[in-house]
């Protein structure tokens, strides 16, 4: 329970992480809300989405391999507390990707994506993923390597 006071309409905004024994400490989730001089609470946009565990497969190729197309099974799994995630938004060199994904309604999960790069010459690209809900929340980025040789 958070206690608070105000007499006058304020927003407000809030970041929670966790603490292990050793140290170690989680992403931030955040969230703003508005509280009215009336004392109503107004949750303004909601949750991000926290995604982690982002896997490749495979995990590298060869130049040429698949016609010069490299088909990429991705899978990342995501906590939506909010369960509202509406697109996926990869980002690799100077190219964006936002395609929508059937996943609202479900708050955790495990989602698989298929990601086509190119094999026509040896290259190393560092792809980036993130998850967007239904509000425009953005969760944090995980980024891996996919290496042509």
């Known amino acids: 329970t958070i206690q608070f006071s105000t007499s006058t309409s304020k ?58 197309v490299a088909g990429i099974a991705v899978t990342i799994k995501y906590e939506d507390t909010d369960a509202d995630i509406s697109s996926i938004k990869i980002t690799y060199d100077t190219t964006t990707i936002t395609d929508t994904l059937s996943i609202s309604g479900k708050s955790s ?4 994506y298929t990601l086509s790069l190119s094999t026509s010459t040896a290259k190393t690209y560092t792809v980036n993923f993130v998850l967007i809900d239904s509000k425009g929340n953005e969760s944090n980025t995980l980024t ?3 290496t042509v040789s």
């Open 11 to 68: 927003e407000f905004s809030i970041s929670i992480s966790l603490l292990d024994s050793k140290g170690n400490e989680s992403s931030a989730l955040s969230t703003t809300f508005s509280v009215t001089d009336t004392g109503t609470v107004i949750v303004g946009s909601g949750t991000a989405p926290y995604i982690y565990d982002l896997k490749l497969n495979p995990d590298n190729d060869s130049i040429g391999e698949g016609g010069g």
């Open 109 to 112: 999960g495990s989602l698989s």
């Open 144 to 146: 891996t390597t996919y």
